[in-house]
């Protein structure tokens, strides 16, 4: 009896862990499938940098797109990085921070990761566009197994994409590994407010993350899952007030004063009214001695 018991239990933990991990391959390839589907609107519309809120650098109307730029070192220099080091994008989508961060800090080296062979394909076409084979490469690879070696990079740094894991512990696990010990780890991301929703917030958070196939959480959440992972000196921060979502929204509806829904707005732009979404940092560091 108490074998066919033992057997019973294993094949029932058998059973969930094969379902689990049914899960997480269909979760993954509705992620690549959505990002080889919409990449290249995300290209015509946004740019090269996939981001819904970018830093207000107070630009004029009508300035050049350098504001994808100022956005992109701020985050570098939020996250620390400096000459010399070597860097994991996690979730790089076609490398425009990557390519904006390496040309402005000389000897830097960045080593994105991807699920869309279609972002990985634009993204080595706007390196070498670029001029940074050398120095910024981009591959495929699930960011919860990476292909690199224990304590790899100076920092890991997410750029709105670490929403698009399902399992944050296990995420960021993967992360502290190829941490160097004194590495650093940097998030910024679109963050779910931190409080009870009513049921009209709950319905709108719930088609936000159905349109861009996303996990919102709380900030508060994605650092407890850091300090469960191994990292050390945790830092959180609210950006709602240096953050503007004006080009995503202008991505969507094209020109304010007549507005018209683009081909990326059709897919993408829903008049939400109560949608509890907040944009936030995380920082953190390995420590040198464990």
Request: glycine share 8%.
């Amino acid at each position: 009896m108490r074998e066919q018991l033992n057997s019973s239990s294993s094949e029932r933990s058998d059973a969930i862990a094969s379902s689990s991990q049914g899960e997480e391959v269909s979760y993954a390839r509705r992620v690549r499938d959505y990002y080889d589907a919409s990449a290249s609107g995300y290209v015509r519309f946004l740019g090269h940098t996939f981001q819904a809120g970018t830093i207000d650098t107070g630009l004029a109307e009508g300035a050049p797109p350098d504001y994808y730029r100022a956005n992109n070192l701020y985050m570098a220099a939020r996250a620390g990085l400096a000459p010399g080091q070597r860097i994991l994008d996690a979730g790089c989508g076609v490398a425009g921070p990557a390519i904006d961060i390496a040309t402005a800090i000389p000897g830097l080296q960045i080593d994105g990761v991807t699920l869309s062979p279609v972002q990985a394909k634009l993204a080595r076409g706007f390196i070498s566009a670029a001029g940074l084979e050398e120095r910024v490469r981009v591959q495929l690879a699930d960011y919860h197994r990476l292909p690199f070696p224990n304590g790899t990079f100076d920092a890991v740094v997410f750029f709105e994409s670490s929403g698009y894991s399902p399992y944050p512990e296990r995420l960021l696990r993967e992360m502290w590994r190829v941490t160097r010990p004194g590495g650093r780890l940097y998030v910024k991301d679109v963050f779910r407010l931190d409080r009870t929703l009513s049921v009209e917030e709950q319905a709108e958070l719930d088609e936000f993350n159905q349109i861009f196939v996303h996990h919102t959480r709380p900030l508060a959440a994605l650092a407890a899952a850091a300090e469960a992972a191994g990292y050390s000196e945790l830092e959180t921060t609210c950006l709602d007030s240096v953050i503007t979502t004006r080009f995503m929204e202008e991505a969507m509806v094209g020109d304010r004063e007549h507005p018209a829904l683009t081909p990326f707005g059709e897919r993408h732009f829903r008049p939400f009214k109560v949608l509890p979404i907040t944009f936030g940092e995380l920082r953190a560091r390995r420590l040198l001695t464990e």
